[in-house]
């Protein structure tokens, strides 16, 4: 409570950054045991990954808005917080909607069983083209078109 009162006291006297800082060091405080972001986020990882109270690890994870700080051993299990499903659906056909936009055909990309395809009629995409290069140039036996392929292909993403 004192470090509520002190931030409104520094907020009233115009003083953002400091009031800022003392409302984290409060958010800290209100974290069980006092534990850093980090040192919590951890501890749900672990815990929802053993399945030791997942639900109350869910509910901690979400108040506090913990970001797990190791992705690669995150399980599916992790709440990210600020997200679901609907919302997510939504942002996506907003995004389709716009890049469809952008590239003047609503055929360019089309979502189809789940996943995202871009139509070459409409959209030519550099990685795809490389990836082709490179398939190329694996095929056996050697001649001098894959030569230009490999040429191709270097060029594409050379550094100035």
């Excluded at 030791?52 to 808005?65: G, L, M, Q, Y």
């Excluded at 995004?95 to 189809?112: C, F």
Aim: some cysteine.
């Amino acid at each position: 409570m004192v470090l509520a009162q002190s931030a409104c006291a520094i907020l009233a006297a115009g003083e953002l950054g400091e009031a800022e800082a003392t409302l984290e060091r409060m958010r800290e405080c209100l974290k069980p045991f006092g534990l850093s972001s980090r040192r919590l986020g951890n501890i749900c990882r672990k815990t929802l990954e053993a399945g030791i109270e997942v639900d109350t690890d869910k509910a901690v994870v979400k108040r506090f808005r913990l970001c797990p700080f190791d992705a690669k051993t995150v399980s599916d299990l992790w709440p990210w917080p600020d997200t679901d499903g609907d919302r997510a659906v939504q942002n996506l056909n907003t995004t389709l909607h716009r890049l469809r936009k952008l590239l003047g055909s609503d055929k360019a990309v089309v979502l189809s069983n789940g996943q995202l395809h871009s139509d070459s009629r409409f959209c030519w995409i550099d990685a795809r083209h490389f990836a082709w290069l490179a398939q190329q140039i694996d095929i056996p036996p050697p001649s001098p078109i894959k030569k230009e392929y490999l040429a191709r292909a270097l060029r594409m993403y050379r550094i100035p």
